[in-house]
């Protein structure tokens, strides 16, 4: 057996991801449209990154020292990041969750070794939503920071210094174009600036879910939501820090529909199970591809994010009864599982 040299500790294992040819969407943008692995991080999401860039920024400031807590409210991949960040680093972690939430992602969290606190759902100008209560939770804490995902830009800076970079290597600066949804939009904006910085020429596109406001504002001036979504991590209603200043050229609103079907032609077509973030940012790439093609550039190079794996879904989007609960296709090998049962 051939053991090679070491590469560095378990937290270098985030980033560096996969850049892979989606051979399916390539072919329906009729150019190429490239997929970044971000499920192959080691809490199997995007936001590993985040939470190793915010923890990092709050070690450098100072505020976060040996055998300190890291405080949050989120019910998603930012908690488990945080989770795996913050054990690697020596760190206690509490995540403050809405108590709706899957049990799923309660289990997960748990398992991690997370502390969870579960409070009522309510609407953000309650001072009792989740979010103003991890928010205090760190201030009352001591040796407690708040990671404050959406508007401290160590996420986005985690994105210019990291997967931007990631990007432009290994298309080898060929890349025409950049679309992704956005959820504190640390990806978007990060990726879009650390792109632009190479090559203003590249276009950079908001891909929106239905039930977000991000579109109405980009194409219109303003924050309008229409609609609604089922996809879990994206969706916003406000620029948060993370968006100001964001480069976005074009946008595109893509349906859940729309996104599905991509979340089934990359599984059944080529083995990727992700997502309906990810599928929805597929049709984005897909859309943007259609646009470089028409104005008659030759065999655009367009990437996306493939934000998350699908294992963290089989309640949900890999389970009939819940898609049918939502008004949604149910895949037709999911159909054929429940007859035969
Ligand atoms: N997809 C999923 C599944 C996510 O959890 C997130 C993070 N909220 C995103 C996409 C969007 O990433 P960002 O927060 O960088 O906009």
Redesign the pocket.
């Known amino acids: 057996m051939n053991i090679t040299a070491p590469i560095g500790d378990t937290l270098s294992l985030i980033g560096n991801t996969p850049l892979v040819r989606l051979s399916g969407p390539s072919e329906a943008a009729g150019c190429d449209i490239w997929g970044k692995c971000e499920f192959a991080n080691p809490g199997s999401?995007?936001?590993d990154r985040?939470a190793l860039w915010m923890i990092r920024d709050a070690e450098e400031r100072g505020e976060l020292r040996p055998a300190g807590t890291v405080i949050e409210g989120t019910a998603?991949?930012?908690g488990i990041g945080i989770a795996l960040v913050a054990n690697a680093l020596g760190y206690r972690t509490v995540i403050v969750m809405p108590d709706n939430q899957s049990k799923e992602k309660m289990d997960t969290l748990r398992a991690l070794g997370a502390e969870l606190v579960l409070v009522p759902p309510t609407k953000y100008a309650d001072p009792n939503h989740f979010q103003h209560v991890s928010r205090r939770m760190a201030e009352e804490t001591e040796g407690a920071i708040w990671a404050g995902?959406f508007d401290n830009i160590a996420?986005r800076k985690a994105?210019i210094e990291g997967t931007a970079q990631e990007l432009w290597h290994q298309t080898e600066g060929r890349i025409d174009g950049f679309t992704?949804?956005?959820?504190?939009?640390?990806?978007?904006a990060g990726v879009g600036m650390g792109l632009k910085e190479k090559n203003s020429e590249i276009r950079i596109a908001l891909t929106d879910p239905h039930g977000a406001a991000l579109y109405n504002y980009f194409a219109h001036g303003e924050l309008k939501a229409e609609g609604s979504s089922v996809a879990?991590?994206?969706g916003?209603g406000r620029i948060t820090a993370?968006l100001e200043g964001a480069p976005i050229d074009t946008q595109f609103r893509i349906s859940d529909e729309e996104g599905l079907v991509w979340v089934e032609r990359l599984l059944r077509g080529e083995g990727l199970c992700l997502?309906l973030?990810?599928g929805i940012n597929v049709a984005g790439a897909i859309e943007l591809g259609r646009q470089l093609v028409s104005e008659g550039r030759e065999n655009p190079q367009v990437a996306t994010?493939l934000?998350?794996t699908g294992f963290r879904y089989l309640s949900t989007l890999y389970n009939a009864e819940w898609l049918r609960s939502k008004g949604l296709p149910v895949f037709d090998w999911l159909e054929r599982g429940d007859a035969a049962r």
């Open positions: 999401s995007v936001k985040a998603g991949n930012t995902q996420n994105h992704c949804a956005a959820g504190t939009g640390g990806t978007i879990e991590g994206i916003q993370n997502g973030s990810s994010i934000c998350d």
